[in-house]
């Protein structure tokens, strides 16, 4: 039997379909109120092309769909199992940490069978769409296409400090973000300033995220955000500098659509 599974996160609506445990088709609305989230259904239904299907929901608006909103029944899943399973779905592995950027970023290891809520932080796609509001009066789809100076601009570096690399801290790595920020700036620095801070703010906290549970080796990037070019690039980079690896798999942004699918 196919299955539509919609993960209704703080900011959009991801939504696939899967059959076998297999995904046949995804599409994500920019948006997470009601009308998003039957568009969503409504696109996807059409597209099973059958009244015959399951209907599942995870994300934190999940718990906000009330019985009757579908003219289905539906179930809800718990989002961290989501996250969880749909990183094993992507990475191919029973044991995998899973780096979940949304709105704000969750961190959740899967490991013998159990998936596990490890932490997180605020910082996510939610930041980036109100930093670029209040710095940049820009939406943040923009932002990416405008950030094409380098970050140490306006970041003071290692380098900047010390002279050099620190250790196995290389002189580009950020020592303040923003520190050589004056009252003025360009827009495309503080593009460039704003994305390099959450790309390498987020890969610290997974890396030692990650190793406190062992799993700093196993580290898997997903969620909207980290399909951003220079995000994703800046936190790989960051966890490899402290010794770990990450990979960003296709179908990302998908991760917990996908898990509650299958």
């Known amino acids: 039997m196919k299955v539509i599974s ?14 076998n445990g297999k995904i046949e088709f995804e599409t994500v609305e920019n948006g997470n ?39 289905f029944p539906f179930k809800v899943i718990d989002e961290i199992l989501a996250i969880g399973k749909g990183g094993v779905y992507l990475s191919g592995n029973k044991d995998v940490f899973v780096v979940s950027i949304g709105t704000g970023t969750a961190f959740v290891s899967v490991k013998t069978g159990e998936i596990r809520h490890v932490g997180g932080t605020g910082l996510g796609g939610g930041t980036i769409s109100g930093l670029s509001k209040l710095l940049l009066k820009m939406d943040p789809d923009n932002v990416e296409k405008i950030a094409k100076v380098s970050h ?11 002279g050099g690399d620190l250790g196995k801290i290389p002189g580009d790595a ?40 062992g799993q700093e080796e196993k580290i898997l990037l997903c969620g909207r955000v980290a399909m951003n070019i220079r995000v994703k690039k800046r936190a790989v980079e960051t966890i490899k500098m402290f ?18 699918a299958v």
């Open 6 to 19: 919609i993960d209704i996160g703080g900011t959009n609506t991801h939504a696939v379909i899967a059959e």
């Open 33 to 71: 109120n009601s009308e998003h989230i039957l568009k969503c259904f409504n696109t996807l239904k059409e597209k099973v092309g059958s009244t015959y299907f399951k209907l599942i929901l995870t994300g934190g608006g999940a718990r906000k769909v009330e019985r009757g909103f579908f003219s």
């Open 152 to 162: 140490t601009d306006l970041d003071i570096t290692v380098k900047d400090i010390v």
């Open 174 to 213: 950020t020592a303040s973000n923003f520190g050589k920020a004056q009252e003025k700036e360009d827009k495309a620095a503080i593009a460039a300033s704003l994305l390099n801070m959450m790309g390498e703010t987020i890969g610290v906290m997974a890396y030692f995220a990650a190793k406190s549970v």
């Open 243 to 260: 010794g770990g690896e990450a990979e960003i798999p296709e179908k990302g942004e998908y991760c917990a659509a996908i898990g509650a």
